[in-house]
């Protein structure tokens, strides 16, 4: 599914924020990312989601080697991650329903085919009742489940979740993560960047740690 | 909400702060518009002047200075009549009256008995076959067998320092519309880029989820096609509209200016005025392109 090796990442002339890291994903599995601010979650991350280019290394994703694929072939990549940002990066004019649909819209997918399938996740995320309020009218808490939602809709193989749960009360946290759990059992891979000691202690999931942009296995699940 | 408010909101926000651009862009189709429809007018007006000469000839016999009864004025101009009307390529020919030879020079000599006695030419006015070549030089040198003291004015010189004077009217015209096609394009496109300046979050998103290029610089096209389109076809409108009214005010019986052409324009004309809105639009639709692909070049 995913394959990292020796890769290292720095912005510019800056010190490496990432060094020598080496894993691999294996399809359908659930794994959390920890590490103290500053460690590099979010860097690894976005090199995963195809935001960022490695300064070294190899990184290897669904079978197709990064380095030396096309860059044609990215958005096709692209559109079987889905990722929960950690500034959720919803799009402020459309509404909570706009916004899950996205995903869908950009795949082809027609209104009449995929609005029934919206509605029922927003339901389930808790907000049933706010799918045609726009952004700015949301909570943090609400803008961040509309954003989880997008991340999910469209059932990718790879979901990646920078602090998902960060401004949601335990209940929620919870109810997102069974969520999380659900995709991951229909076979989507999970990784979720998190500082929640709770909800790694709760699971039995792997668990990789960060520490000054290099990479140890705390845990295999 | 209903339904279709819920679902397929725009992907590109109507922007509130385009406004000012909208009218900039407005204006320059209007000045635009202006420019190509006085380009129009200045083109028509050297149409006229140049059929209004061309196509006629005039032929002077002056009096012989030793007339006989055989060779005087009377038989130079009859004869020269006869060589005109058998002149391939002459449609029409008229020898003017006395009297009104009389009455061309009536300005400077009076109108006077005295001036009866003058020695007068003669002058013939003739049309030529529209389309038919006459050679001048050839007839010229016909009459003077029978008449050494004719001469033949084609108009030529007239024509051609009239024509000068158009030209200069019409390239004069056509470098203002030039001049403010260029401004009117950089407005556009400073207008398209100044947006997609405030929609680059958008883009990055759109490009992050896997959108293609193609996609993500159609959503830009087409929004700025249309406001573009509407914005520019208003002042296209509002410069159509203008020229009505100058059309309409010599319709209505209002002096138009001593050696000004008409106006207004004719619907025909009007027509063309569409091209302004159509080129801004086309104008727009290819600096979002461009620069959405450029951008988007620059995000890995």
Known sequence: MIRFENVGMRYGPGPEVLRDVTFQLEPGTFTFLTGPSGAGKSTLLKLMYLAEAPSRGLITLFGTDLATARRSAFPALRRRIGVVFQDFRLLPHLSAFDNVALPLRLAGRKTDDYTRDVEELLGWVGLGDRMNAKPPTLSGGEQQRVAIARAVVGQPDLLLADEPTGNVDPEIAQRLIRLFGELNRLGTTVLIATHDRGLIERSRSREMRLVDGRLVELRRG | ?300
């Open chain 2, 1 to 300: 909400m209903s339904e279709k408010q819920r679902v397929r909101g725009r992907i590109l926000p109507r922007e509130k702060g385009a406004a000012p651009l909208d009218v900039v862009i407005a204006v320059m189709a209007f000045l635009a518009a202006l420019a190509l429809g006085a380009s129009m007018l200045a083109d028509r007006q050297a149409e006229s002047w140049r059929e209004g000469l061309a196509g006629r000839l005039t032929v002077q016999i002056l009096q012989p200075e030793h007339p006989t009864s055989s060779r005087n004025l009377n038989t130079e101009t009859e004869a020269a009549l006869q060589i005109l009307r058998g002149t391939r390529g002459i449609l029409t020919v008229t020898p003017m009256p006395d009297a009104d030879a009389a009455k061309l020079v009536a300005p400077w000599l009076g109108a006077d008995a005295m001036v009866k006695d003058l020695p007068l030419p003669r002058l013939i006015d003739a049309s030529i076959v529209p389309g038919e070549h006459v050679d001048f030089a050839q007839l010229t040198a016909r009459l003077q067998t029978v008449a050494p003291d004719s001469n033949v004015d084609d108009h030529t010189r007239w024509i051609s320092r009239l024509q000068t004077l158009a030209n200069t009217i019409i390239y004069a015209a056509y470098t203002i519309l030039a001049l403010i096609a260029v401004a009117t394009a950089a407005a556009v496109s400073f207008a398209t880029r100044a947006g997609l300046e405030a929609h680059h979050d958008i883009v990055a998103l759109l490009h992050q989820m896997g959108a293609h290029s193609g996609f993500i610089a159609r959503a830009f096209e087409w929004h700025y096609l249309l406001s573009t389109l509407a914005a520019s076809a208003v002042g296209a409108g509002l410069a159509g509209i203008a020229f009505l009214a100058a059309g309409g005010l010599e319709f209505a019986g209002v002096e138009p200016v001593p050696f000004l052409p008409p106006l207004g324009l004719n619907p025909q004309e009007l027509v063309w005025l569409l091209a302004v809105p159509l080129a801004s639009a086309a104008i727009a639709w290819a600096t979002a392109r461009l620069s959405v692909l450029a951008v988007l070049r620059e995000i890995y």
